[in-house]
């Protein structure tokens, strides 16, 4: 994995670049101008030729305010999470607890509570969950029932299989249109301002929560709200989920609903390259 000082949108641009346009940018100087002034572009890219083109990158999270509240559930929820006693031999389990289960909750005791309480639940139920997906009611003290999504099935691995349990979050809002609002009223002033011959906008996702094509339909839905969208020459969807795990970062070109064009790595290997369907050289 690369140095731990180089922030990791700054690792994905340097990668994007590197095959952009059938490489014909590969060894362009990168200045990541945000680093050295307040409200810049995250990247200026300077062609040996001279031609430039500023970059922005932003994280479309699946809802508003997903990253402090996966934080805080991680933070909270992290003993049931290695709690491997609870496991049922033979079965895989998964539990679901709806995102913003937390949300408001400030004081450790309170929070305690709430974890404590689908920790109970889980250690009392678990031998006795049914197949498959299925929804199930935990009382949390003080507070309305909370509603958990659980799914359990048999492993097929050989016996003996000590089994697995997982916890994790559901989202349960769809604030998608607000999201992507905030994103371009953040982003796109800024890319455009920028001087430069094109400029390019890299919205990540690094979720299963929702698929790319949203994105695209939501910012097409709002175009007209957005005229600084004709200065952006092309927006393009970069996949992060398997980054952590295995280095896998892939790069799309989405234009009128359609996948123009691809480019995915493992690590600093680009494994994939088309362009309108069609294998590009690597």
């Known amino acids: 994995m690369p140095a731990k000082s180089e922030r990791d949108e700054q690792i994905f641009i340097r990668r994007f670049v590197s095959a952009y346009e059938n490489f014909t940018w590969a060894g362009s100087k990168i200045d990541a101008l945000d680093e050295v002034e307040d409200g810049a ?119 003996p299989n000590p089994g697995t349990i997982l916890v994790g979050r559901q989202q349960v809002k769809n604030d998608l249109n607000e999201v992507i609002e905030q994103a371009l009223r953040d982003k796109l002033r800024k890319l455009v301002n920028t001087k430069a011959d094109r400029h390019l906008l890299l919205l990540e996702r690094d979720q299963f929560n929702f698929f790319p094509d949203l994105i695209f339909a939501e910012i097409e839905r709002q175009r007209a709200n957005f005229p600084l969208l004709e200065s952006v020459h092309e927006i393009w969807h970069v996949e992060t989920i398997g980054y952590r795990q295995g280095g896998y970062v892939d790069f799309e070109l989405w234009k009128d609903g359609k996948v123009l064009a691809r480019m995915a790595f493992q690590n600093e290997r680009l494994y994939a390259h088309y362009r309108d369907g069609m294998p590009c050289p690597m």
Not at 111 to 138: F, M, P, T
Not at 148 to 158: I, Y
Request: glycine fraction near 6%.
């Open 41 to 159: 572009v995250d990247a200026l890219v300077t062609r040996a030729d001279g031609r430039t083109m500023a970059i922005e990158h932003t994280l479309i999270q699946p809802f508003v305010g997903d990253k402090s509240d996966c934080a805080m559930f991680e933070k909270a929820f992290l003993r049931i999470k290695n709690y491997k006693s609870l496991a049922v031999p033979g079965a895989n389990i998964s539990v679901y607890v709806p995102a913003g289960i937390l949300n408001g909750i400030r004081k450790p005791k309170k929070q305690a509570d709430v974890v404590n309480s689908i920790h109970s639940w889980i250690a009392e139920n678990r031998l006795h969950l049914r197949e498959g997906e299925h929804k199930y009611s935990c009382d949390i003290p003080g507070r309305l029932p909370v509603t958990l999504t659980v799914k359990r099935h048999v492993s097929g691995r050989p016996h």
